[in-house]
């Protein structure tokens, strides 16, 4: 395997299994170097993967991508790092004569959104959320709501797509998600809504549940959940209505733009690092 195959397949791998890293790119180099300009590594918290050429310059690099993995930093870095004997670091000399430059890339989980109802509001919400770099999942009990000509608006998506196609007990899908997924229901069935709610608010790792339909649903939702043993708080997760309130208006299209707006703020203040605090 080259390294220019193994930085790029852990890029993937870190990506699929939802855990921040750190691309590190030789920027530029001044004199003598143990790399090449443009070659790349990737840092993770417990591993790394290629090399941008060993001994302290890596150990310095590594430190680093490692510091603003636990920080959550999302902003790249650039670090210089002289190579010479009187240049001396924690990690010992390295006496090649040169400078590296590197340029230090976040990899960041990206947020993951869960549809559950791809009708006419679902659909026009994943064609704008399908735009954006995320983990994007489609769930719909009847199958003609995922047929190719329908899904073929998301064929340039941006995001990392996955289509469940679950015609028999959709909330199953519910227990599969990532932990730190935004569930929206929007399904054409009240039934398959308060299910899904039900098995939602049973986990606790979800970033938000929200829910699109009236008070009088709500409330009739919030009396069955209680009646099926959830407790208040839990509940209480559920967002209702959802979208920005100041942004009237029933057309498909402008509820979606709407509630994919209040999406983008939430993932906004999830990168924020006060709000990571916050919620820790």
Known sequence: ??????????????????????????????GHAPREAGAKMVVS??????????????????????????????EPEVIEIPLSDRAPYQHGVQCCGGEVKL?????????????????????ELARILARHDIELHLVDSR???????????LD????NVHVHHVPVLPELVVGELPSGTHVLVMTHDHAEDAALCDAAIRRDDLA?????????KWARFRRKLAEDGNPAEAIDRITTPIGLPGL?????????????????????????PAHREAKA
Do not use: C, Y
């Open 103 to 123: 340029l230090l890339e976040p990899l960041p989980v990206v947020p993951s959104v869960a549809i559950f109802g791809i009708g006419h509001v679902g659909l």
């Open 1 to 30: 395997m080259t390294t220019g195959m193994e930085w790029m397949k852990a890029v993937s791998r870190l990506r699929e299994q939802r855990l921040p890293g750190v691309l590190v790119t030789v920027l530029s180099v001044r």
């Open 248 to 272: 009237a208006g029933k057309e498909p299209a402008t509820i979606a733009v709407s509630v994919a707006a209040w999406l983008l703020h939430l993932f906004v203040a999830e990168r924020n």
């Open 143 to 153: 199958p003609d709501q995922l047929v190719t000509e329908r899904m073929g608006v």
């Open 156 to 159: 340039d998506a941006v995001a």
């Open 208 to 216: 938000t549940i929200g829910l699109i339909g009236s008070s009088a």
């Open 45 to 74: 918290a417990d591993g790394t993967w290629a090399t941008v050429g060993g001994g302290n310059l890596e150990a310095l690099a590594v430190e680093r991508s490692r510091a603003m993995i636990s920080s959550g930093s999302v």
